[in-house]
């Protein structure tokens, strides 16, 4: 081989491992508790298919489904410190770590259907400016969006009065659920919604606290046989990217992050994760779930324990110096403004 041969050859090899570096995309990891057959994960899935097209291949999405890159309660810091890029959180597995964010969890705070996701995704992403910013100051929040208002799921027994909770433990998944629950006599149990099937399956819980897709997402209707619809509390989710992750990115990339937020984004994720599709009401009617109500009177009790918990919550909020009472009552006022558009 001549030297020009050889020079030619090393020029033509240089070159195609500079071609192949740049076809190489720059992979993202995201942080998603929730397992990949999950209801949620065909939004995030959209995702994928996003950021592929719209940087033309040099961004790849990864998912890492079912709490594979930590458990539940850690997932806010995961995208926080950078062992994720983006990351599917929920606040209410931190207790306190969001204080106004949680007044949204707030039992009777938005309608009792699938508008009450829709309504409070709405009102959440018109707070954000004002109340809920700062509580996510060390992420680049993208969206903060709902589940449908939670039933009480209970493994062997109808719910119709207080009396047939007490002592019965239930899988809490918000401050405000627990509270109310303690008050009329039952035992709520702090467990994440990963670890609700194992739970009911072991028998150290009688029942939980979630909403339909809930129930589909983690399979659990086969441990179920119950539902009795109160407290009508929703609980919120948020994705967020890590500020260096995003900020590396080129303006134009910035771009296909910040579509999937603002207030037309979290409804988009709420419709496509919480409405009904196929899948979940073929699997929700397979189980055979009884659906139960309160009596009245027990409705009534709850409702009153429900308030008494709201007054006490936003008074001691207030004392701690977070402006409780004022984003309680624009929460209360944006609620009764979207529940009649939507």
């Given at each position: 081989?001549?030297?020009?041969?050889?020079?030619l050859?090393?020029?033509?090899?240089?070159?195609?491992?500079?071609?192949?570096?740049?076809?190489?995309?720059v992979t993202?990891k995201m942080a998603?508790?929730?397992p990949?057959?999950?209801?949620t994960t065909?939004?995030?899935n959209?995702?994928?298919?996003d950021?592929?097209?719209?940087s033309?291949g040099?961004l790849a999405?990864?998912?890492?489904?079912?709490?594979?890159?930590g458990?539940?309660p850690?997932?806010y810091?995961?995208?926080?410190?950078?062992v994720a890029?983006?990351a599917?959180?929920?606040?209410?597995?931190?207790?306190g770590?969001f204080p106004?964010?949680?007044?949204t969890?707030?039992?009777y705070?938005?309608p009792d259907?699938f508008?009450?996701?829709?309504?409070?995704?709405?009102v959440a992403?018109?707070l954000?400016p004002e109340?809920?910013?700062?509580?996510?100051e060390d992420?680049h929040?993208?969206?903060?969006v709902?589940?449908?208002?939670s039933?009480?799921?209970?493994?062997?027994?109808?719910?119709?009065?207080?009396?047939?909770?007490?002592?019965?433990r239930?899988?809490?998944?918000t401050?405000?659920?627990?509270e109310?629950?303690k008050?009329?006599?039952?035992?709520?149990v702090g467990?994440?919604?990963?670890?609700?099937a194992?739970?009911?399956?072991k028998?150290t819980?009688d029942?939980?606290?979630?909403?339909?897709?809930g129930?589909?997402s983690?399979?659990?209707?086969?441990?179920?046989?119950h539902?009795t619809p109160?407290?009508?509390?929703v609980i919120?989710f948020?994705l967020?990217?890590?500020?260096?992750?995003y900020?590396?990115r080129?303006p134009?990339?910035?771009k296909?992050f910040?579509?999937?937020?603002?207030?037309?984004g979290?409804?988009?994720?709420?419709?496509t994760?919480w409405?009904?599709?196929?899948?979940f009401t073929?699997?929700?009617?397979?189980?055979g779930i009884?659906q139960?109500?309160?009596?009245?009177d027990?409705?009534?009790?709850?409702r009153?324990l429900a308030?008494?918990?709201?007054?006490?919550?936003v008074?001691?909020l207030?004392?701690?110096?977070?402006?409780?009472?004022?984003?309680w009552d624009?929460?209360k006022?944006?609620?009764?403004?979207?529940?009649?558009?939507n």
């Amino acid at each position: 081989m001549t030297i020009r041969t050889a020079l030619l050859a090393g020029a033509a090899l240089a070159l195609a491992a500079g071609t192949a570096a740049a076809q190489t995309p720059v992979t993202l990891k995201m942080a998603s508790f929730v397992p990949q057959a999950s209801a949620t994960t065909r939004m995030f899935n959209q995702y994928v298919e996003d950021v592929k097209t719209k940087s033309g291949g040099k961004l790849a999405l990864e998912i890492f489904h079912g709490a594979s890159m930590g458990p539940l309660p850690r997932h806010y810091d995961l995208v926080r410190t950078g062992v994720a890029d983006i990351a599917f959180f929920q606040h209410g597995a931190t207790p306190g770590r969001f204080p106004l964010t949680e007044l949204t969890h707030l039992p009777y705070a938005f309608p009792d259907n699938f508008r009450g996701s829709l309504v409070a995704g709405q009102v959440a992403m018109d707070l954000v400016p004002e109340f809920f910013a700062k509580e996510h100051e060390d992420v680049h929040l993208i969206w903060i969006v709902y589940n449908r208002p939670s039933s009480v799921y209970d493994g062997a027994k109808p719910i119709a009065t207080l009396a047939d909770m007490r002592g019965r433990r239930y899988r809490s998944p918000t401050t405000a659920v627990t509270e109310v629950m303690k008050a009329f006599g039952a035992v709520p149990v702090g467990v994440p919604a990963t670890a609700m099937a194992e739970s009911l399956q072991k028998g150290t819980l009688d029942g939980v606290v979630t909403d339909p897709i809930g129930i589909f997402s983690f399979r659990i209707g086969n441990l179920v046989k119950h539902e009795t619809p109160m407290l009508t509390s929703v609980i919120s989710f948020g994705l967020a990217m890590n500020k260096q992750a995003y900020s590396a990115r080129t303006p134009e990339e910035r771009k296909i992050f910040d579509s999937w937020g603002g207030k037309d984004g979290a409804v988009r994720m709420i419709r496509t994760t919480w409405d009904d599709f196929p899948e979940f009401t073929d699997y929700m009617k397979s189980l055979g779930i009884q659906q139960g109500r309160l009596t009245a009177d027990a409705d009534r009790e709850v409702r009153k324990l429900a308030e008494d918990y709201i007054a006490r919550a936003v008074t001691e909020l207030d004392a701690k110096g977070q402006p409780a009472k004022a984003a309680w009552d624009r929460i209360k006022a944006l609620s009764a403004r979207y529940a009649a558009t939507n």
